[in-house]
Nanobody, 126 residues
């Protein structure tokens, strides 16, 4: 049974930082590319970042480049997102998602992620 559980969200002031974590279980985590996706109230899901199975390739949405860093620890079956210089427009529910097939490079297309966590709320406000 695939399980993805996000944590680390909360309330932070503009310019602040948060580190999100995703605990994975029920599948060979080290074989799968992963993404972070977010959804602000009333808006569509927005792809944020992805990382390949080995952690050697990463990519970011233009809106977060230079501020967010995706990483993974395959020995611990965890995915992380370090978020720095947070802004109000970053406020959203952040989801951990698994690419649909093992080993292959990830994409930015949300329909290619077939397992999702429950999300963790990030609120950036003064």
């Amino acid at each position: 049974q695939v399980q993805l559980v996000e944590s680390g969200g909360g309330l932070v002031q503009p310019g602040g930082s948060l580190r999100l974590s995703c605990a994975a279980a029920g599948f060979p985590f080290r074989f799968y590319a992963m993404s972070w996706v977010r959804q602000a109230p009333g808006k569509e899901h927005e792809w944020v970042s992805h990382i390949n199975h080995a952690g050697t390739t990463t990519d970011y949405a233009n809106s977060v480049k230079g501020r967010f860093t995706i990483s993974r620890d395959n020995a611990q079956n965890t995915l992380s997102l370090q978020m720095n210089n947070l802004q109000p427009e970053d406020s959203a529910v952040y989801y951990c998602a698994r690419f649909y097939t093992s080993y292959r490079p990830p994409s930015r297309s949300l329909d290619e992620y077939n397992e999702w966590g429950q999300g963790t709320q990030v609120t950036v406000s003064s």
